[in-house]
């Protein structure tokens, strides 16, 4: 079964960019959905790459549609993931990588039992507030901050928690909950459920002759 691997954090503590090694890592068999949202561009930022950039028109008029599996209002903008590119992943084969906010993580794990959530934490304050900096966004510090005061209480609901002090390492982490996800029974692929099943079937055999 292909998994939806949620990676979320709060803002400035290195969701996008842990997961974008990832997707370029595991390009065989994971591939990042692109979400919705209607801020504006950050600098080497590309529309239709890095998100879908659009007005609050046009995504409000997506929420109508129904076109969302989740969406929230994040720091005065709304961010939502459309319900084709994810399913459209899945379907092709690939494990389904999702960057999003806390709000939107909540959403998604309610409604995907193949869902599995990692936690993203920044090693000390001083840090986390350098990473901000370096955003060139200083100017909602503070609405981030307020915003992620609510996201520390919710770290409990998620399945994994990573302080991302390294990055090499934190990249490591999240490659062993892929592979440790893929081995449990209830993502097993086909192949190994047909071999179960084979094991079984000639036990049987065996013991018969």
């Not at 969701?15 to 950050?42: C, D, F």
């Not at 005065?76 to 590119?85: D, E, I, L, R, V």
């Not at 899945?90 to 869902?115: Q, T």
């Not at 005061?149 to 998620?158: A, N, P, Q, R, W």
């Amino acid at each position: 079964m292909n998994i939806i691997f949620i990676i979320s954090s709060p803002s400035g503590a290195g969701k996008t960019t842990l997961s974008s090694i990832i997707q370029k890592k595991r390009a065989n068999s994971v591939k990042r959905v692109v979400t919705h949202t209607t801020r504006k561009p950050r600098k080497n930022e590309l529309d239709k790459i890095d998100y879908f950039f659009t007005d609050e028109e046009g995504f409000k008029a997506g929420i109508r549609r129904g076109e969302f599996v989740e969406y929230a209002i994040v720091h005065n903008n709304f961010y939502g993931t459309s319900k084709k590119a994810l399913v459209d992943i899945l379907e092709s084969g690939y494990d389904a990588l999702l960057a999003i906010d806390v709000a939107g993580a909540k959403n998604v794990m309610r409604s995907f039992d193949n869902a599995v959530s990692v936690f993203i934490l920044p090693p000390s304050f001083d840090e986390w507030i350098k990473r901000i900096k370096k955003d060139g966004v200083r100017q909602d510090m503070n609405i981030r901050l307020h915003t992620a005061i609510s996201e520390l209480d919710e770290v409990s609901l998620f399945d994994y928690c990573i302080v991302n002090d390294d990055i090499d390492s934190s990249v490591k982490s999240l490659e062993s909950i892929i592979d440790s996800e893929h081995r449990r029974f209830k993502f097993l692929d086909k192949e190994k459920v047909d071999l179960i099943k084979k094991l079984k079937q000639d036990t049987k055999n065996f013991l018969e002759d």
